[in-house]
């Protein structure tokens, strides 16, 4: 199977297949015509972006089953769906910062349990889109 990795390459996206601990580059995409272009780079020394750059995706809430457990949620009849925008999306090693919070009326102390979930999920997302692209070949 052919693993393929989006990296930053002299400032720009490119696509690459990762065999070992070698990048052979590529013009053009895993999901469209590409052809090697004879450039390699070792991995560690690439930059890793996401495998692909969004401009929005679909969520299913109800995958989170554990989630919904652990904060007592209630388990509605179909499911949800959520749509998080592409700035939401990190490449590897990149900062996720929390979300700000403002102060609930009840406390002078910030609510971060909404922050705390959303940054739980935004890390959960991060692995997922940093992960390599595996295409069967």
Request: with cysteine; proline share 7%.
């Amino acid at each position: 199977m052919t693993k393929w990795v989006r990296i930053e390459h002299e400032g720009k996206a490119t696509y690459g297949q990762l065999k070992g601990d070698t990048i052979n580059l590529c013009t053009g995409s895993p999901f469209e015509n590409n052809t090697m272009n004879g450039e390699s780079v070792r991995l560690d020394h690439a930059k890793l972006l996401s495998p692909v750059e969004p401009r929005q995706f679909l969520g299913l809430w109800n995958n989170f089953h554990e989630r919904r457990v652990a904060d007592d949620l209630f388990m509605p009849k179909s499911p949800l769906f959520f749509v998080k925008l592409a700035s939401c999306v990190s490449a590897n090693d990149d900062t996720i910062s929390r979300p700000l919070v403002t102060p609930t009326t009840s406390s002078s102390k910030p609510n971060w349990a909404l922050s705390s979930a959303s940054q739980h999920f935004r890390s959960l997302l991060q692995m997922l889109m940093t992960t390599s692209l595996a295409i069967p070949a």
